[in-house]
């Protein structure tokens, strides 16, 4: 395996960890929007309370991985959808504050503004996510030269907003699972309906989505069937969404968490496998794709950062690992709560 | 309407760091005087430090939230508006800025979790540890982050290959020649602003009597730890960060101390009035041959002025901003010496709690060291242009190409109106947070 392969892997580790932890928070917020009183909103933000920040530090570990190793995928894509990057950090903003500032102020009123603030500023990533990856599938007017500029209602093609429905879905159905770990009786009932909900709406819109894909970015199959990991990550798949409604009904909860993330897990597996070796494919001419040979750091850094990431990156699973621990259990809401 | 999307890119460059350089830096001096005050907390006792572990640790969760949610923005920032200095620079400049993720963020967040949530939860032991861990995360992201900028004054470590600077040598690129001085600096300058943040919240505790027993406690660690940070913000890391300047970044050098002619038994200015294009400093009053001193260690040593570099085809940076920024922090950072001394002389006479007009100063002065902090980025920033990367690649030559003026112009519309929010947003609570003050914040943990 050469630095360009395990670069590409590690990015997309790297994005799924995201997608896995910071999702369920992302999730969370989507579902707060529906609680019914001010002690399951509560409730809501602080089941995340003590690991959300945590959790978003993947996505900036992702974004400077990108940038390290792949200079010009992050120049290019994240200058080519300028405003949609723009949208997903105001909305980071706004999430990021909402907890910190809803608690400071006992008034109905200043509590509504950022419950509206955290649940939208949770929503609009968990699409923009969603929409990003299906322009990154049906291929980005890359030119010749390595230039890209979409107008950001091209962004919002059918295929791609099918993409962030199906995206919006799978971060409810996991921060449901998630938020039916951390609750107890009438709410973690109704966070099994929701998981069991959520799960219907993303089979249903996974299945449209390959469909679609297949019509959309022929290219994308062409030589996954012979791939060993194509296989390894589509049984993984399977196992897990037919896992979760099993779980969820027997009332495993944490398992259904874990069968939920292992669906995540899956199905960015898939994705990638189905892009390599590319890493945006261009549209316009496939020849023109930013792929791991064309658009990466030289030998040395991938090297070095290889180095980093492997020091780095056991040692951050491990504190991080001891944190869920010592936070693991129900939520009780006490002075140091949000 | 013509918009340029050069001007405007950095136009929100400078508002979005701006306004995230507020909160680290309170960030980073909190966190360092938390672990102090949590240790003797938990090692003492002490129930004041208790209390104030939980008074100024909301106050630290509250500054890192924000913090965060504006620092999101620059991770993405290189590659939206400045696409073609992400391309020309990323095989040496990403490195740093993933290392930040992985070494530092990952730590300073998963720990302030358990600092701020954790109480009662885990061992006093290990609750300490959380304080420490983020000080020290946060400690080591300036690090990294000045690794990167530093690289962009005085680059190191590196080949221009395929119309790109390509990593020769890691580590001469981590320690270019200018990040140990500018880390150091940077560094003191974020205590400074903690401890000032400290001392001002515990002088208005002491003056209106709530909490006032905390407050002294507070004051009194926080004005010494701040005349310590004061003075080697001075000596050794300012002074070593202006020699390392004067080595390494010639026209910047001019500019800040505004030496038009390059002379030997330079002087040094002690005031002036500077003027643009062409640079002048008039009403110039200064001693003679201590610049020369100050720099190289030598009287006699000859120091480039600002036209002799120019001759030599090196252009000037902005020269009124960098001038005015560099003389105004040198001058915040002499108060920040003195009013500090004067607190801990106060202090042995036991009149330090009763001198109501300092403690009033002590609150007003607050934001002072915030401004400094603000004001030598300006330098740093200002005084490198006009290269993004100093004398490899233009500031003019760096930025999105793909991306057009009235998509930046309404980024900047939203990045203002939110950070006006955020800005009024934190004053507002932080002074609730105060006003409520650290006596209802049981000292026992509640389990």
């Known amino acids: 395996m050469d630095l360009n392969i395990a670069w590409f892997a590690l990015i997309w580790v790297l994005f799924a960890g995201y997608a896995i932890l910071d999702g369920f928070d992302l999730g969370v917020g989507v579902l707060h929007l529906f609680a019914r009183d001010n002690r399951e909103r509560r409730i809501h933000m602080n089941a995340i309370g003590p690991v959300w920040d945590g959790n978003e530090v993947w996505l900036l570990t992702a974004g400077g991985a990108l940038f390290a190793a792949f200079p010009p995928v992050y120049a290019t894509v994240f200058s080519g959808l300028y405003l949609a990057l723009m949208l997903v950090l105001f909305a980071l903003i706004f999430r990021a504050v909402s907890m910190e500032f809803r608690g400071q102020v006992d008034r109905p009123g200043w509590r509504r503004v950022w419950d509206w603030s955290f649940g939208l500023g949770s929503l609009v990533p968990a699409i923009i996510f969603g929409v990003a990856v299906g322009n990154i599938l049906r291929g980005l007017p890359i030119e010749a030269d390595g230039t890209l500029n979409v107008p950001f209602l091209a962004l919002l093609n059918p295929y791609a907003l099918l993409i962030g429905i199906l995206s919006l879905v799978m971060f409810v159905m996991h921060g449901a699972a998630y938020l039916a770990v951390k609750t107890e009786g009438d709410l973690q009932q109704r966070m099994a309906r929701w998981t069991i909900g959520a799960w219907m709406a993303f089979v249903v819109l996974y299945l449209a989505a390959t469909l679609a894909t297949f019509f959309v970015s022929p290219f994308l199959f062409e030589s996954v069937l012979s791939n060993v990991l194509f296989w390894i990550f589509f049984l993984l798949l399977l196992a897990s969404i037919v896992y979760i409604p099993i779980a969820n009904r027997a009332g495993k909860f944490l398992r259904t968490f874990l069968a939920s993330s292992a669906t995540i897990a899956a199905m960015i597996g898939l994705t990638a496998t189905s892009l390599f070796p590319r890493m945006v494919p261009s549209s316009l001419d496939l020849a023109s794709s930013l792929t791991i040979y064309n658009a990466s750091s030289t030998p040395r850094t991938l090297t070095v950062m290889l180095v980093i990431a492997l020091i780095g990156m056991p040692l951050v699973i491990v504190y991080t690992a001891y944190i869920y621990r010592t936070f693991a259990g129900k939520v009780v809401i006490t002075e140091e709560s949000y | ?306 036209e002799d570099l120019r001759e030599a085809g090196h252009p000037t940076p902005p020269f009124v901003i960098t001038f005015v920024s560099f003389h105004t922090m040198v001058g915040l950072g002499t108060f920040f010496i003195v009013s500090t001394a004067l607190g801990v002389f106060l202090l042995p006479r036991n009149k330090l709690y009763e001198t109501r007009w300092y403690l009033k100063l002590l609150l007003w002065v607050i934001p002072l060291p915030l401004i400094a902090c603000q004001l030598g980025w300006i330098v740093a920033e200002v005084g490198r242009q006009p290269w993004v990367v100093y004398r490899l690649l233009k500031t003019e030559d760096a930025h999105s190409t793909n991306v057009t003026g009235g998509e930046v112009l309404f980024s900047i519309i939203m990045f203002g109106l939110i950070y006006l929010m955020l800005g009024v947003l934190y004053v507002f609570i932080l002074v609730r947070n105060v006003k409520h003050g650290p006596e209802l914040l049981p000292a026992k943990e509640a389990r």
Not at chain 2, 127 to 156: K, Y
């Open chain 2, 1 to 306: 309407m013509n918009l340029d999307p050069l001007f405007l890119s950095r136009l929100q460059f400078a508002l979005t760091i701006g306004f995230h350089f507020l909160f680290p830096p309170l960030t980073i001096g909190l966190a360092w005087l938390l672990v102090f005050i949590e240790w003797r907390g938990w090692r003492h006792g002490d129930e004041d430090c208790i209390r104030a572990g939980k008074f100024f640790g909301k106050i630290l969760g509250l500054t890192f939230a924000v913090g965060v949610a504006t620092g999101i923005v620059m991770e993405f920032q290189f590659g939206t508006n400045w696409a073609e200095y992400s391309k020309y620079v990323g095989d040496i400049f990403g490195a740093p800025l993933a290392a930040e993720a992985i070494f530092a963020f990952f730590l300073e967040s998963a720990f302030l979790g358990l600092y701020l949530f954790g109480r009662g939860k885990v061992s006093k032991g290990m609750h300490w540890f959380s304080s420490l861990m983020v000080a020290f995360g946060s400690m080591l992201s300036a690090f990294w982050i000045i690794v990167a900028n530093s690289w962009q004054q005085t680059p190191a470590g590196y080949e221009i290959r395929n119309g790109r600077a390509e990593l020769t040598d890691f580590w001469a690129a981590v320690f270019n020649p200018s990040t140990a001085d500018r880390f150091l600096h940077t560094f003191v300058g974020c205590l400074i602003a903690g401890a000032f943040l400290m001392a001002g919240v515990s002088a208005y505790l002491v003056l209106k009597n709530r909490g006032a027993q905390v407050g002294r406690k507070t004051l009194k660690m926080s004005l010494i730890f701040g005349l310590i940070v004061s003075v080697l913000a001075l000596f050794p890391t300012g002074d070593h960060h202006a020699k390392q300047v004067a080595r390494t970044q010639p026209e910047k050098f001019a500019a800040i101390e505004g030496l038009v002619h390059g002379q030997t038994r330079a002087p040094l200015a002690i005031f002036g009035i500077p003027s643009g294009e062409p640079p002048r400093l008039s009403l110039k009053v200064g001693i003679p041959a201590v610049l020369s001193w100050m720099a190289f260690g030598d009287a006699d040593a000859y120091v480039p002025g600002i």
